[in-house]
């Protein structure tokens, strides 16, 4: 199986602050015949289904806001939300989808 | 719009049997492959199951297989889950999830349904 290992499991950064979520699989999620990574994150708030951020490790989904961006390639990800606001506190998953089983990081609990 | 919602949850005893089920609208059901995926309380998400979009394929995480079982309605645009011989550690919430087109992240995920596995 392949492992999704997040960090930090916790971070507080400050309104209008950066916040950097790193997520490193043990093996390549990088498929070389399409040149893409199978790596999504997703934001899940309290209370709130888990909803898509990033897919394809760059990607954003429509309607999510321009200050999350995805980036990586291989093992190692991040995600950086380059202005925070109040609705961003949640927590934050990766999720490889290269192989099944699918698998999720542990999750970053991220607050203000 | 995109709609899931899932039914049949609740508490169960263990080594009895429950069966979830997702009712989705307001896209083409049989285009998109569905899965299940749970979150136990104080944990992360857990990839449980997974069907493709014409049924051909499911796949298991190992701690389910035998037990649990994924099935897809595609004139009726549901999807379930026959869960058997539960355990105290299926207790989680399981939402309901569709995989994108060709590729199995998930873009639309419904509210969950909450099972709990205690005598």
């Known amino acids: 199986d392949i492992v999704m290992t997040q960090s930090p499991d916790s971070l507080a950064v400050s309104l209008g602050e950066r916040a950097t979520i790193t997520c490193k699989s043990s093996q390549s999620l990088f498929y070389n015949s399409n040149n893409k990574n199978y790596l999504a994150w997703y934001q899940q708030r309290p209370g709130q289904p888990p909803k898509l951020l990033i897919y394809w490790a760059s990607t954003r989904e429509s309607g999510v806001p321009d200050r999350f961006s995805g980036s990586g390639s291989g093992t190692d990800f991040t995600l950086t939300i380059s202005s925070l606001q109040a609705e961003d506190v949640a927590v934050y998953f990766c999720?490889?989808?290269?192989?099944?089983?699918?698998?999720f990081g542990q999750g970053t609990r991220l607050e203000i | 719009q995109v709609q899931l919602v899932e039914s049949g949850g609740g508490m169960v005893q263990p080594g009895r049997s429950l069966r979830l089920s997702c009712a989705t609208s307001g896209f083409s059901f049989s285009g998109h492959g569905m899965a299940w995926v749970r979150k136990a309380p104080g944990k992360g998400l857990e990839w449980a199951a997974i069907i493709w979009y014409d049924g051909s394929l499911k796949y298991y995480i190992d701690s389910v297989k035998g037990r649990f079982t994924i099935s897809r309605d595609n004139s009726n645009n549901t999807v379930n889950l026959q869960m058997n011989n539960l355990r105290p550690e299926d207790t989680a919430v399981y939402y309901c999830a569709r995989g994108a087109v060709g590729a199995n992240y998930f873009d639309y995920w419904g509210q969950g349904a909450l099972v709990t596995v205690s005598s």
């Open positions: 999720q490889q989808y290269y192989t099944t089983p699918i698998t």
